[in-house]
């Protein structure tokens, strides 16, 4: 395994980190493993060499954040790992509740969101579920357009000083709210973000607009999320797929995956798969070995693997020795069209 830093920061993490939000309570979506079913893929992954660990409080309602504070500690010192997770959404008591959707009427007054109260209360609930002293990269979940910049970035300067974190991150939102972001924490002299989790993949390429450009300008280490275009770069959908309610051969996940419904079944994003088709037989790869691969050549530190089958794992590891020709890099690229804007909410 190869490790490089995070953006222009000294922290060292493995070219892949693995997403943790398929692990915690099935209860949370029919999709996740619980307990004793993710113990291999923590096993395996540290055995790869995989260092680099994201979830969320958001994820099974705090109870991913549980396992990977217990898991973790039963493979890897804590010395040698990178824990990252993640602050908006409201983490409710109900495992089954799905806080990312749910009426903002429903959910109590500060509880949610990035303002300094909140931030400092989900800290310190964070660090209690994953059993930790510290966080080692602290991203904020989504933009929070009723709370100042300034407060947000104020506050999460304080948990850094504190000594509760070490490094900020942000997730997805528009490149000139990133930039504000950073620029306020810069005239403070507050911790300015290190790296930015964004939506990412050969069928969602809308961030080559400007956030890249951005984050690569002013050394923001790139760490995207679903980079299988959540399973459809896999190359097992089929246009008539689209209604996967009524498809009995589709993962759970594909069935109650409304977002995967919405925006990769074009006939655009099949041509790109086809091309990855054929990309991938003509060096006896998988399209996922590719489709990672194709990342880690576009400047990505690490892309969030999310896995629920050993195999896809052991996948994502090998793609990072895979080298992609220019010629077969253009390939892959050609057949894009562009998409609405989508994963800021």
């Not at 824990?83 to 509880?111: E, L, M, R």
């Not at 679903?226 to 896999?234: D, I, M, N, W």
């Amino acid at each position: 395994m190869e490790y490089v830093n995070l953006g222009s920061s000294g922290l060292k993490v493995s070219r892949i980190c693995l997403g943790m939000m398929t692990y915690g309570s099935p209860k949370w979506r029919p999709w996740v493993l619980d307990k004793s079913a993710s113990r291999p893929f923590i096993r395996r992954a540290v055995e790869a060499g995989i260092n680099f660990f994201d979830t969320a409080n958001l994820y099974s309602n705090g109870l991913s954040e549980i396992l990977t504070g217990k898991l973790l500690k039963e493979y890897a010192k804590r010395e040698e790992i990178v824990i990252a997770t993640k602050v908006y959404f409201h983490v409710s008591d109900d495992i089954s509740a799905d806080a990312a959707s749910a009426s903002a009427q429903k959910i109590p007054p500060n509880t949610s969101g990035l303002s300094r109260k909140h931030l400092f209360a989900a800290v310190d609930a964070s660090l209690k579920r994953l059993g930790t002293d510290y966080i080692d990269l602290y991203q904020i979940h989504r933009w929070d357009p009723s709370t100042p910049i300034e407060e947000t970035m104020e506050a999460l300067n304080d948990v850094v000083r504190s000594g509760k974190v070490r490094y900020i991150g942000a997730s997805s939102m528009w490149a000139w709210q990133f930039a504000k972001a950073q620029q306020v924490a810069k005239e403070h002299n507050w911790s300015r973000f290190i790296s930015m989790q964004n939506h990412y993949n050969l069928a969602y390429r809308e961030e080559e607009r400007e956030m890249i450009p951005l984050c690569k300008d002013q050394g923001i280490g790139l760490i995207p999320w679903s980079p299988l275009a959540r399973g459809f770069l896999a190359g097992n959908r089929k246009p008539d797929d689209r209604d996967a309610s009524k498809n009995n051969s589709a993962t759970s996940r594909a069935k109650t995956d409304e977002m995967a419904l919405r925006v990769f079944y074009s006939d655009a994003d099949f041509d790109v798969v086809n091309a990855l088709n054929k990309v991938a037989s003509q060096r006896g790869l998988s399209n996922a070995q590719v489709a990672y691969a194709w990342l880690l050549h576009k400047g990505v530190t690490a892309p969030i693997v999310g896995t629920s089958k050993l195999p896809q794992l052991d996948e994502a590891v090998s793609a990072t020795t895979v080298k992609l020709s220019e010629e077969e890099i253009a390939e892959l690229e050609k057949p894009y069209q562009p998409h609405p804007v989508l994963g800021h909410r």
